[in-house]
C-alpha cells in the first residue's frame, strides 16, 4: 500500500470517512483505492471476538476461545516472560481469527482499591505496570497484531468515567499516571494508543492536545494511530487539531460530514486531516502485510498455557504449614466457587469459554479425592445457615477443609465501581465457622482486587488465585497439593481498612470532577511514608520454600547521572522444593530536598530456582532510576547526593541495601526576586559567599562574642533559632534591617540572576 498516492487520490469526503468506524469493530474499506477493512477486537485475556453485529458492552455472543488470567493477576507474577507468552499466544489466535488489533492492555494505575475495573489493570505501581505491558505488546506484534494500549490517561475510577474530569498535578502526572504509558510506546513500540472518556484537568482526553501530541509524540516521538475509547468524542474537530485519529464506533456519519465542513470553511486544515489517515492508514497496512491467511489455533494448548499462567500468578499469603496438601489426607472442598469458580471480570472484556474448570473437577484428574460442601450461595449475601452448618460437620470430618470464595461479578465489573472492601456477609461467617471447628482450614480467594479479610488470624492458611482464567480450577488443585509451587507477589498494597487508603477522602469525586489530592503517594509510597500497618505490602508473598539473598554488587560506588549502573545479588533456593522468586529493587533518596517516597520500585527479576540451586540476578538503572519529575524544569531531574540500592522480597522486605553517590549533570535553574529566602540564596556559590560576607561584616569579627550574647538573651539552642530565622528571612528584610540598600538588593539579583535574559518579572520564579 502507497500511502502518500492515496492520499493524493482521496477525496476529502474519503478522507473523512476513513476517520470513523465502519461498524463496531472494523475500519472502513475504500475499494476503488484498495483500502481494506480492518478487524478489532476486545481483550487483553482473552479474544473477544463476536458473532454478527457487535456491541462494546459484550451483551451479544462471542465466539468460544480461551480466557486467560486477567491482569491483575498477570502483575502478581512479576515476571516478563509470562506476559511474553500470553501475548505470543493471543497474537496466534487473533492471526487465526483474522483479528488485525487487540484492545489492550489496559495500564490505568490502581489509584483507589475501589475502581471497578481494577481487575483490568495492572498494578498502583508505574514501573512495573509498565515493563509487563510493553513485554505483552512487544510479543503480541511480534505475530503481526496491533497492540492498543489504554486508557490515556488518568482513567482511574468508573464512576462518571464518560463525562468527570480528573484533577491532577504537573509532577503526580508525570511520575505516577504518564510513565506506564511511556514505556509502553517506546519500549513496547505499540501500533495504537487508546485515548480515554474522561477529562484531563477540565479538557477531555480525545480533544486534548497536550496528551495527545504535546505528551504523546512530540515528548515521547509516538509514530502511532491515536483511536478513541467507544464512544469517547466530544468535538470530532477539536480532536484532530488535538491528535486524535480514528473515531470508534462507526455512525450515520454526521461526524464525517463535520470534518467536510471544518475543511471547507477553513477551521480545519486539510494537511492535519492527512496526518490523522496516514496514521490510520499506516495501521492498515501494517494489519494487512501481516496477515497469515493459513494461521490455525490450537485451543487446548492454549488453555493448558492458561493454567500455566494461572500457577505462575497466584499469591500465598499464608501459611502455618498446612500447605501443600498430602495427597492421602481427607478433604473436603467448601464453597460454590469450587465448582463454578469465578474466573473473570464482567464488561467488554468478558470472554466466551466453552467450559471453566473448577477445583473440584480439577482434583479429580489429578486423582485426588475430596468431599463436597456447598456452604454458600454467590446469588445471596444474607445468611445460609443450613449450608453453613452442612459445611461446618463436613470439616469437622475432613483432616483439612479448603473454602473457595472471595468476590461475586456484582462485586466488581466495568461501569462502576465498589462501594468497600468487603467480602459477601455469608461468606465471612462460613470461614469463621468452618475456621474454628477445624484447625487446618485453608482460603483460597478468587477476585480481582484486594479484600478486607475479617477472619485472617482464623484460618491455617490464604491462596489468592485472583481472576485467574478458566482454567483456575486446575491451577488451584496443582498449587494446594503442591504439583506447582506459588510464586507471585501482590502488585498492589492490601490495606488494612478503606479509610487507610490515601485516595479515601476524594475517591470517586464529587459533581464529576475528583482531586488527585493525594499527589504523587499512592499505595506503597503512601503507607511506607506513613510507616502505616497493613495487610499485605506491596510485592508481598509467600513460598513452600525458602530463598537466601546474599552478595550485593554494584558495578560503581559513584557516578553521574547520564551512565548506568549495573547492580548483581546471588538468590540461593535453601528450602525442600522448587520455586520462583521475585527478586525486587528498590532505589532509596538519601537527602533529596524535594518530598519523595520511601523507596521506589525500579527493577524486578523472577528466577526459578531446585532446591539448593544459586543464581547471579542483574538489574541495570539508569537516570530515570534517580530521577524525580522538577516542575519548575517541566523534566526529570537527578539531585547530586547518595541513593541507596535496596533489594527484597516486598516494599517492606529489604534484604539487602548498597550505596552510590550520584551527580546530577542538569543543572537546575534558580529564579531570585526580592521574595526569595537566604537559604534558597545559600543555594548557589555566589549567593553562599556573598551572605557569609555579609554576616562576617555585621559581626566585626566577633562570632563567638555575638553567639554568647544570643545565649544570655535568648536562653541555651538560640545559635539554630538565629540561624533558621535566618535562612528563612526573605531578601527583602535584609533592606528592611539595614544590612544593605534597595539598589545593592536589586543589583545582587541581576547579578544572581544574569543566565535569565529578560525575565525580571517576578512572578516568573523558579526554585
Known sequence: MDIEKILKELTTEEKASLCSGHDFWHTKAVERLGIPSVMMCDGPHGLRKQKGEGDHLGINESIETVCYPSASALASSFDRDVLSELGTALGKECQAEQVGMLLGPGVNIKRSPLCGRNFEYFSEDPYLSGELAASYVSSLQKQGVSACVKHFAANNQETRRMSGSSEVDERTLHEIYLPAFETVVKKGKTRSVMCAYNALNGVFASENQFLLTDVLREKWNYQGMVVTDWGAVKDRVKGLLAGLDLEMPGGPGVQDRKIVEAVKNGDLKEEVLDKAVRNILTMVRDSMDNQKADAVVD???????????????????????????????????????????????????????????????????????????QGYRICEDDDTKQLREEAVKAAREAETAVIFAGLPDSYESEGGDRENLAMPENQNLLISAVAEAQPNTVVVLHGGSCMELPWIEQVAAVLCVHLGGHQVGRASARLLYGEANPGGKLAETWPLKLEDNPSYLNFPGEEGVVQYREGIFIGYRYYDKKKMDVLFPFGYGLSYTDFRYEELKLDKCRMEDTEELTVSCRITNTGRYPGSEAVQLYVRDAGCTAIRPVRELKGFEKVALEPGESREVFFTLDKRAFASYDIGLHDWYVESGTFFIEVGASSRDIRLSGEVKVTGTLEKPVYYTKQSTVGELMKTDRGRAFIEQMMNRGQDGGGEAAKAENVKNMGEG??????????????????????????QLDDLLRMLNADFKGRDDETNRKV
Open 299 to 373: 485451543r487446548e494448548q492454549c488453555a493448558d498455557l492458561s493454567a500455566l499462567l494461572a500457577e505462575k500468578c497466584a499469591v500465598l499469603l499464608k501459611n502455618q504449614g498446612v500447605l501443600p496438601i498430602s495427597k492421602e489426607k481427607k478433604v473436603v472442598f467448601i464453597g460454590e466457587f469450587a465448582k463454578t469458580p469465578r474466573y473473570q471480570g464482567a464488561g467488554s472484556s468478558h470472554i466466551h469459554v466453552a467450559h471453566a474448570v473448577g477445583a473440584c473437577e480439577a482434583a479429580a484428574g489429578l486423582g485426588i479425592e475430596v468431599t463436597f460442601a
Open 718 to 743: 538560640s545559635d539554630k533559632i538565629v540561624e533558621s530565622m535566618m535562612m528563612e528571612m526573605p531578601l527583602q528584610s535584609i533592606v528592611t534591617f539595614g544590612r544593605m540598600t534597595e539598589g
